[in-house]
């Protein structure tokens, strides 16, 4: 009698997969494919909220620099407002007026507008004081000026005509 023969198989043959194997295959591989999907949309809802939460704070803390540029423009547009309501046809047409009056003996070197008071300030150049003077009372019967006067008178020793040169100020009314 000899031994039974003794079988060594270190490379076992792997038995095919079976239904309930590759049931279980299926569902971990189903299982893992939700999961994903599953974080993939809440990540999504997070950077949602996110976006969301920063366009919050936004709103209740401005940028500091975009609010001063806002506030600067929006100054600007008062002053230019400002300035465009002032009846600047008539004004100018009235000094034009009054020069044309005075032989255009008289011309106007600057005309100074400061919108919070309603008021010109004015500076010219005549021959003389006496036309300086007839300027300054012709513009005293305006109807778009009001209180018109002058402020001071210089004599320019140092040209040969020796014109005068006046400064005055004068308010203007509303336009109707």
Known sequence: MSPPRLRI???KRHRPLSLAGGLLLLLGVGAALATYVEYRALDSRLRGAELRLEAANHRSHPDSAQ???????????GRTAEELAAP?????????????????QVSLL????????HRLRITGESRSLPLALAY???????????YPMLE??????????????????????EAP
């Open 9 to 11: 198989d270190f490379a």
């Open 67 to 77: 609010t001063l540029r806002t506030s600067a423009l929006a100054e600007e547009a």
């Open 88 to 104: 600047w046809t008539a004004l100018l047409a009235e000094l034009e007026a009054a020069s044309r009056d005075s032989s255009d």
């Open 110 to 117: 600057s005309v100074e507008p400061d919108h919070a008071k």
């Open 136 to 146: 300054v009372q012709r513009l005293q019967t305006s109807a778009v000026l009001r």
């Open 152 to 173: 001071s008178h210089e004599v320019k020793t140092d040209d040969a005509q020796r014109p005068v040169r006046f400064a005055m100020t004068a308010d203007w009314k």
